[in-house]
């Protein structure tokens, strides 16, 4: 093969990346779209009901002396309209094990320390929060929850559990005023055992370092934000309709924050999967298997996101774990007896197109970006070359198109430009940490030395 010949392939190929990009940027945005309406579209009140509703929220914390105090305020004061609920902070001896260590810089007071004294002033103001130490120097955030959750049901009467629902939150979650409602009206609904609250990811967009990979980070703070509102929205909402209807259930996943349990189920399932690496999409799994609807809320929590491109690597590599573990999910499926093995096998083949999909992500946006340059040294004529450098823009154009609407949105005009200058950078790094986790994957199959649970905030 020449040169030339090798150049016109891999044009060809290039174009095949605008066309991939370009359908994938036109169906993400009409979703996109679809999702803002269904989220200003007004809701009814509090039914007597949903009154009724008790919380116990659940906040696993690691290393969060710097963000626990800000958010145990934030968190009583939207469930001061629901007497009798509890917040648990959660805090776990793995982070006295690993700073004793020298794995991490010691600080001058621990989580568990803060956390105790937080709970203790909020006893004295009659506020019901708690500490509550994990004891076991291994596990992930997983195990936290699932302590936590154990003890405190030792204290409800098995047939009030159903009054109870347990919610997750991560350290970084400011979920809106309101959330704690529209969760309690879906949690009234006949038949509702799971509540998932999606989020954008632009709380301290404001406050990004200063730097090239700040810029970056701010650019995949909306990118991320973008997936929310054009995948992980109408994925949620299809799949509850799918169960209202009695139609076959398509894949959801639920997230770890923002994720409502009514208390019997979330013991009667055994809680959160333990035997994964990530446990939230495990969960979803598991529900959609068996059936069980997934009921979105039609309100967003704004958390934080990583504040540079290491930690946004380091964060999308653990996230990925998921979605190698789509084959180990079918099977602890089929060891629980959820589902049937078509439909373990359909939410199988779904759940590794989408991680296809990541994976891909960042080499079409890298063909889409060179189609011009591959173009015009393959032989193209001007008109041709000029054809693709608009196909490119489009492609990439249309495909960013929702993330620059959420960027336009934020308070800063700084912030602004540098969201959107991020963006493209952001999306040809996007498909990095897969990448790396699969590497992880591999490397573990054949060694069978599982990585360690990484924490995937800053």
């Not at 301290?204 to 929205?233: D, H, K, Y």
């Not at 602890?332 to 759940?351: H, K, S």
Request: hydrophobic share 45%; proline share 5%.
């Amino acid at each position: 093969m020449t040169a030339r010949s090798a150049l016109r392939c891999a044009s060809n190929v290039a174009w095949g990346c605008v066309a991939t990009l370009a359908w994938r940027g036109v169906s993400g945005s009409l979703a996109s779209e679809r999702s803002r309406h269904w989220l200003s579209t007004p809701t009814i009140g509090c039914s007597n009901d949903s009154l009724t509703v008790r919380f116990v929220i659940i906040m696993p914390l690691l290393r969060e002396q710097n963000r626990v105090g800000a958010m145990c305020d934030h968190f009583t004061q939207i469930m001061a309209g629901y007497p009798g609920s509890v917040l648990l902070l959660v805090t776990t001896a793995r982070e006295e094990a690993e700073d004793g260590g020298g794995n991490h810089k010691i600080v001058p007071e621990s989580t568990a320390a803060i956390a105790e004294r937080l709970a203790e002033h909020c006893q004295q103001q009659r506020i019901d929060v708690r500490h509550v130490h994990f004891p076991q120097s291994e596990g992930a955030m997983a195990h936290q929850v699932n302590y936590a959750v154990d003890q405190f049901l030792k204290e409800i009467p098995a047939d009030q559990r159903q009054k109870w629902w347990v919610g997750l939150y991560n350290a970084d979650s400011r979920p809106d005023p309101d959330a704690l409602n529209k969760v309690s009206q879906a949690a009234a609904e006949d038949g509702c055992v799971i509540v998932q609250q999606s989020a954008l990811f632009t709380a301290n967009i404001t406050s990004m370092p200063r730097s090239f990979s700040g810029l970056i980070a701010s650019g995949a703070a909306v990118l991320q934000s973008r997936w929310t509102l054009a995948r992980e929205i109408p994925r949620l909402r299809a799949q509850w309709q799918a169960t209202q209807r009695g139609e076959r259930v398509p894949l959801a996943h639920c997230v770890g924050h923002g994720l409502f349990a009514r208390a019997d189920y979330f013991a009667r399932s055994g809680g959160l999967p333990l035997e994964t690496m990530n446990e939230d999409l495990a969960f979803g799994y598991f529900a959609c298997a068996e059936g069980t609807p997934i009921r979105p809320v039609a309100v967003l929590e704004c958390g934080d996101a990583p504040r540079s491109v290491s930690a946004f690597v380091g964060q999308t590599r653990q996230w990925f774990w998921s979605y190698a573990q789509y084959p180990a999910m079918a099977a602890l499926a089929a060891q629980r007896g959820l589902g049937t093995p078509a439909d373990r096998a359909r939410l199988t083949t779904a759940g590794l197109i989408r991680g296809a999909l990541w994976l891909g992500q960042s080499p079409v946006a890298f063909g889409a970006l060179a189609l011009p340059v591959l173009h015009a040294a393959a032989g193209g004529s001007r008109r041709g070359t000029a054809a693709a450098v608009g196909a490119s823009a489009l492609a990439l154009g249309t495909y960013c198109s929702p993330a620059v609407g959420l960027a336009r949105h934020l308070p800063d005009r700084s912030a602004q430009q540098r969201a959107l200058i991020g963006l493209l950078p952001a999306l040809l790094v996007s498909s990095v940490g897969p990448w790396l986790c699969v590497a992880d994957a591999v490397r573990a199959g054949l060694t069978g030395l599982i990585p360690a649970h990484a924490k995937t905030e800053d």
